[in-house]
């Protein structure tokens, strides 16, 4: 089974050197790896160049202006050729060797799967071994009670992507929560939960950067309800926030 995993870079020199590595090191032999880079001027694109020929031949990448991350990911998605899309971004890495060997044998065994999610670590952004808390994704429940998968651990179909479409870019900090629910409540894709931890993802990303960041993503999440009629109010809030501080209360 071919995979095909998208990168999306701009000024990443500081931590991209750890997500090509974790691609690299992956145990499984189809990996199809694009990076969709925004122009960076910071020496990310000296990292990429020194790495391309340590993939022979399964790296492709770009260096052009886009639209901000969600933009650069949809050009990845709309360029791949793998039969599964993976995400990896560039602050964060492949928590295990057979990540992607492990979520393959997930879609291999059951071939009616339309996606596959599991579990992730937050990691200190200077210390990536030390644990901040974890994101236990587990079984789907609604949206409205706050949950939602692990976007970065987030497999899906090429085929579902080609259907439904990619990431709206109206949302600048939503837009994959917006994804999600569009897929999994929505198009009712099939989904299938692996309650293992695959990624590592640095704290400190642009959502959780500053507290009007944070409200204009809760502002997005609820737009994105109302998209597609779906009605949430207060109580959806109170659940989002509370599923966030689960994370602390069951890291171990």
Not at 5 to 30: F, M, R
Not at 87 to 111: C, G, K, T, Y
Request: net charge neutral; with cysteine; hydrophobic share 40%.
């Amino acid at each position: 089974m071919k995979i095909s995993i998208v990168t999306a870079t701009y000024n990443s020199a500081a931590t991209l050197e750890d997500t090509l590595k974790s691609v690299l090191e992956q145990s499984h032999p189809d990996i199809e790896y694009l990076i969709m880079d925004g122009g960076s001027t910071d020496g990310t694109l000296e990292l990429v160049r020194r790495y391309e020929p340590l993939f022979e031949g399964r790296m492709r990448w770009i260096s052009e202006p886009d639209k901000g991350i969600y933009d650069a990911m949809n050009k990845g998605f709309q360029q791949a050729t793998g039969e599964v899309l993976m995400l990896i971004n560039s602050d964060d890495f492949f928590a295990r060797e057979d990540a992607v060997a492990r979520v393959v044998e997930q879609f291999e065994a059951h071939p009616e799967a339309d996606c596959v999610y599991a579990d992730l670590y937050y990691v200190a952004h200077d210390d990536t071994s030390r644990i901040i808390r974890t994101w236990r994704s587990g079984q789907p429940r609604p949206f409205r009670k706050g949950w939602m998968p692990a976007h970065p651990t987030f497999y899906c179909r090429r085929s579902v992507y080609e259907k439904q479409g990619y990431f709206d870019l109206q949302f600048r900090l939503a837009a994959d929560f917006d994804l999600m629910l569009r897929f999994v409540e929505v198009a009712k894709i099939k989904l299938l939960y692996l309650p293992e931890f695959l990624v590592r993802m640095r704290v400190g990303g642009a959502t959780s950067s500053s507290l009007k960041n944070l409200i204009r993503q809760n502002r997005e999440c609820v737009a994105s309800f109302r998209k597609y009629d779906m009605r949430v109010g207060l109580g959806y809030l109170i659940r989002r926030f509370s599923w966030k501080i689960k994370q602390f209360i069951t890291h171990s």
